[in-house]
């Protein structure tokens, strides 16, 4: 079974919340296709795909908040400091010494 990130989440809520603000009336649900790699019965030299719809329910309100947070970011003169866990800033720290 594909796995629905919170970043499909968020990539649906924001298509509702566009769709709404341009005056188009919504149903609040998003519909996700995955094609995944079946395995099960081995390759023979193909690759097997199975389809998967999901349909997920949205929810645009909190959208308003994550744009607005985003154009603040935008505005700043530097970046915030990377959080202690954040993978991406211990790799760019171990790359920035080459």
Known sequence: MA???DRFQLQMDVY????EKNG???V???????YV??????FNDKLPFRK??????TDPSYVQGVFTEAVELLRKDAPPPHSS?????QWFKE????
Not at 16 to 19: E, M, R
Not at 52 to 57: P, R, S
Not at 95 to 98: C, D, K, L, T
């Open 16 to 19: 509702t919340f566009l769709l």
């Open 3 to 5: 796995t629905v990130y």
């Open 52 to 57: 998967e719809i999901h349909m997920i329910d």
């Open 28 to 34: 609040r649900k998003g519909c996700l296709a995955f």
């Open 37 to 42: 790699v079946d395995k099960e019965n081995g």
């Open 85 to 89: 866990d954040c993978k991406f800033g």
């Open 24 to 26: 188009y009336k919504t």
């Open 95 to 98: 790359a920035a010494n080459f």
